[in-house]
């Protein structure tokens, strides 16, 4: 699988990089992006000694730990993260994984321009009969259009569909306070 999604990425930047057209350059390296994902959330779900059940808390924590390697000395963003041990199966870990991954993603894009400084939290626990995943940040907040939920990107699209698999809700919308952006998922345990 780890192959396939490498060979399948490579391709992806061999047609990146052919195009002229800014726009369809973007979308591409998104795409890439998201294939390298999958492919480090698989990586990671393999090492989990080939269970069936992942410890989220641990995963989410690497994940977020994968994230805050790439920011050391880049960017001044403070990346925290408290993860409940919480077994999950595989399917709803990489769900989890990949919403995870989004949320930090659009944070790190769009929270924080023009080398702007703050923080994302990330906070992953287990309530009553389910789950709530909640990443935060202090950065500049949603556009109106995002906020009236007006915002329809592939990404969106892909963590809400995700949301559904899980059988759980995704809100995303203001931070408390006067800025940031709050996103909250909640699943139920399966039984």
């Not at 369809?24 to 390296?29: C, E, G």
């Not at 998201?34 to 690497?62: C, K, M, P, Q, W």
């Not at 899980?166 to 139920?188: C, D, H, K, V, Y």
């Amino acid at each position: 699988m780890k192959n396939d999604l490498a060979a399948l990425m490579a391709l992806v930047r061999l047609q990146e990089r052919s195009l002229a057209d800014p726009a369809a350059r973007a979308a591409l390296s998104s795409t890439a992006e998201r294939i390298h994902v999958l492919s480090r959330v698989h990586d990671r779900l393999r090492r989990a000694d080939r269970a069936a059940v992942v410890d989220v808390g641990r995963f989410v924590t690497e994940l977020c730990d994968d994230v805050r390697a790439t920011l050391q000395g880049l960017r001044p963003v403070a990346l925290r993260v408290t993860a409940e041990n919480c077994l999950l199966p595989q399917e709803q870990a990489v769900a989890v994984g990949l919403i995870t991954n989004e949320l930090l993603t659009n944070a790190l894009k769009h929270a924080f321009p023009e080398d702007r400084g703050g923080t994302i939290t990330v906070r992953f626990a287990r309530h009553e009969d389910g789950f709530e995943l909640v990443v935060t940040d202090d950065g500049v907040g949603l556009s109106s259009n995002v906020a009236a939920g007006g915002s329809s990107g592939l990404g969106q699209r892909l963590m809400r569909s995700l949301a559904a698999q899980l059988g759980g809700t995704l809100e995303i919308g203001p931070g408390s306070g006067t800025s940031g952006t709050r996103a909250i998922l909640r699943f139920p345990a399966v039984t």
